[in-house]
């Protein structure tokens, strides 16, 4: 099994950064990619970042060019570098590990971090 541990959330002014954390232990092999979700109050979960094992990133149109998706595998941690936060970034961001190409039932998920965006 996979636990991930995310963390690095809080309030920040529009325009400001963020950059979160998802701290992977367990088994780790197990992993085809590295997702970070996100999902605002009565919204649908949304997609925002993922990250393979061989290091190909893909991102949500609303967010391409502000936020980046970085992987430590030395520290077994993926990170998301937030910069230009609006306030539409308001949400609960949850880290996944995605067993394949395509999520399932199987993927191991985090506790989720708040990051609000506000003045």
Do not use: H
Not at 1 to 8: A, N, R, T, Y
Not at 72 to 86: C, E, G, I, P, R
């Amino acid at each position: 099994q996979v636990q991930l541990v995310e963390s690095g959330g809080g309030l920040v002014q529009p325009g400001g950064s963020l950059r979160l954390s998802c701290a992977v232990s367990g088994s780790i092999f197990s992993i085809y990619a590295m997702v970070w979700y996100r999902q605002a109050p009565g919204s649908q979960r949304e997609l925002v970042a993922r990250i393979t094992t061989g290091s190909s990133t893909n991102y949500a149109d609303s967010v391409k060019g502000r936020f980046t998706i970085a992987r430590d595998n030395a520290k077994n941690t993926v990170y998301l570098q937030m910069n230009s936060l609006k306030p539409e970034d308001t949400a609960v961001y949850y880290c996944s590990a995605q067993r394949g190409p395509l999520p399932s039932a199987l993927d191991a998920w985090g506790q989720g971090t708040l990051v609000t965006v506000s003045s």
